[in-house]
């Protein structure tokens, strides 16, 4: 066995040497990826931004020296459970900002309910200020906030054209309404619609059999690129229960009607109040504001009411929204049958829930003086397919029947459609309907 040899220390510096050689050769040459060359870098700004979208379009231009230049758009897709302030927080955008964009949205409430799978667009100028903040309702409409000199915000609305396509859905009943509707392709929101629109006629637990025939016209909103916008609407309804058949036509003054043109449902109330009250703020959609002298739509009418005043539902129909605005105060919306929605402002007290159906006259809130206001008062809009109108003198359905004017139109409308219902064979047969929707205009 030989002995075990020491390195003394002529030999430590004669390896250190070789070292610091080989080292360094490989730092001149360049060729190892393991120790890079030295060299001045800047960090992408892009990389500081967290972004969760499926596509992350971080959509900006850099120079050679990597340096960002020009606008930066970034997409946000909202999950459940997300709230504006917390992605403002994690976007380090000051609330300020956020409070000053919630401001442009009081008359609108676009932002108030964030939907999972909506995607937010923050834009931003090349010194990462945001200069703009978009949200995609569906292909054919698109809300921006755009920021102005003074560091408010200006609301702005995108609509593409649109037509609507007629599906005709037929079936039997077999069981329930909701059962045999569901069987035949509906929804439950539109067999509840169903029910409704028919409830003054046949009681649908009772009065229905087994073979009774059912066929819906449901029209589905359409872009010109074809896309389906999410939206839907009930165009009329043919219901056969043994000799008598019930009908029930929408017309383009959004309100049903029967074959003979009589309203199938009580027409709506022009007030939301018992009492006449003052009108301390007309509806003006061209309103300027009295600081900045922009445009500042008023969507609404503002009456004078007492705190505690009692509010009631102009109409029939379903609470879509309720909430708590830190400009709106407490509000509700309600969805009469999609063609009109109520919506009610700076409530003190909230009557019903979120999904719970409504009568014409009933109390759904007090009157109040929540959020930001001058002093107690009801704001209260009306929205015919998606835009205010003035409620206290808007054509609406107040009246029992179509107009005698009107009355030929409608008659030949209801032969059409109950010509396709009765040949329909094919439940995803579709037939085009209706004008166009809507214009490539943008509104604030």
Do not use: C
Request: proline fraction near 6%.
């Amino acid at each position: 066995m030989q002995p075990r040899r020491r390195l003394t220390t002529a030999h430590k510096v004669s390896l250190v040497a070789s070292l610091v050689f080989l080292l360094a050769g490989m730092w001149v040459s360049g060729k190892s990826t393991a120790v890079p060359t030295p060299a001045t870098f800047k960090l992408d700004p892009q990389s500081l931004i967290s972004d969760n979208s499926p596509s992350g379009q971080n959509q900006a231009s850099s120079d050679s020296d990597g340096t960002t230049k020009g606008p930066l758009a970034v997409d946000y897709a909202i999950r459940k459970g997300d709230t504006l302030s917390e992605i403002f927080e994690e976007k380090g955008i000051p609330a300020t900002l956020l409070q000053h964009i919630l401001e442009a949205d009081s008359e609108y409430l676009s932002l108030e309910t964030l939907m999972p799978g909506k995607v937010l667009t923050f834009r931003y100028d090349d010194q990462h200020n945001l200069t703009e903040l978009d949200l995609q309702l569906d292909p054919a409409r698109k809300v921006s906030f755009v920021r102005q000199d003074d560091d408010s915000f200006v609301h702005q609305q995108v609509e593409s054209k649109t037509h609507w396509e007629s599906q005709i859905l037929t079936g039997e009943i077999r069981g329930s309404f909701y059962a045999s509707g569901m069987k035949a392709g509906l929804s439950e929101a539109q067999v509840a619609s169903l029910s409704h629109l028919l409830k003054n006629k046949l009681n649908f637990r009772r009065d229905l059999r087994a073979g009774d025939a059912f066929a819906v016209m449901v029209g589905h909103e359409i872009t010109q690129e074809d896309q389906a916008t999410g939206h839907t609407r009930i165009e009329a309804v043919s219901l056969s229960r043994g000799k008598h058949v019930y009908n029930a036509f929408l017309y383009d003054d959004g309100n049903y009607y029967d074959e003979n043109g009589e309203s199938i449902l009580p027409a709506f109330l022009r007030w939301p109040t018992a009492r006449h009250f003052r009108v301390s703020s007309p509806f003006n959609p061209k309103r300027l504001h009295p600081v900045t002298g922009r445009r500042a739509p008023h969507n609404g009418v503002d009456l004078a009411t007492p705190s505690g005043t009692p509010v009631r539902s102009t109409g029939d129909g379903v609470v879509t929204r309720i909430g708590n605005h830190p400009y709106a105060g407490k509000y509700i919306d309600i969805d009469h049958n999609g063609s009109f929605e109520t919506r009610y402002l700076h409530l003190s007290k909230i009557m019903v829930k979120r999904g719970e159906r409504v009568k014409r006259g009933e109390k759904i809130a007090l009157s109040g003086n929540t959020g930001r206001t001058t002093g107690p008062h009801l704001h209260f809009e009306f929205h015919v397919k998606g835009r205010p109108v003035n409620p206290l003198t808007a054509d609406i359905p107040t009246a029992a029947s179509v107009p005698r004017k009107d009355l030929a139109s409608f008659k030949s409308q209801v032969h059409q459609q109950l010509a396709l219902m009765r040949a329909a064979t094919d439940p995803a047969s579709l037939v085009a309907t209706g004008p166009d929707q809507g214009s490539d205009t943008a509104t604030n």
